[in-house]
């Protein structure tokens, strides 16, 4: 198994791929009668042909190393996850080399930050390094969600092994 190793998640490292979702070095703006930082605009939505939706998603957690077999990607939105409990999760993209993925990235959050996957981005399955897996997740919603297909797998000949850095 060819073995890939953790980085942590940072906003230059992870933005071919999208947005990190966490607290600024300070808010936007003060609001709530100057008892709330609001930290505005932490992620780019893309939603073709549907609607936003927020869901609540409860994921088994994993351990490292782990065994990476196969990658999805969203081509008609994007996909913000938020987790519920401060711990970290394993991230896992790759860029597309000629509709499959390329060698894939893992990245490894700080407890409290989320990220936000861009349309069509090569990705693994929710990975939750402790329990509860717990998610606020807001992407593309529809009937059947949507027209067209939001969702292609694939999956490795010879799986990719994720290892701490």
Partial sequence: MTKITTEPLTAAGFAPFGDVIALKDAPDKIINQGLCGRHHDLARLDFCDGRAGISLFEAAPRALPYRLEMMERH???SQAFIPLNPASF???VAEDAGGAPAVP??????PGQGINLLRNTWHGVLTPLSAPGLFAVIDRIG???GPGDN???HWFDAPYEVTPG
């Avoid at 990235?105 to 700080?110: D, K, S, V």
Wanted: no cysteine.
């Fill in 90 to 92: 394993l991230v896992i």
């Fill in 151 to 153: 969702l292609e797998e």
């Fill in 75 to 77: 081509p008609l939105g």
């Fill in 143 to 145: 009937p059947s969600d």
């Fill in 105 to 110: 990235r893992a990245f490894l959050t700080a």
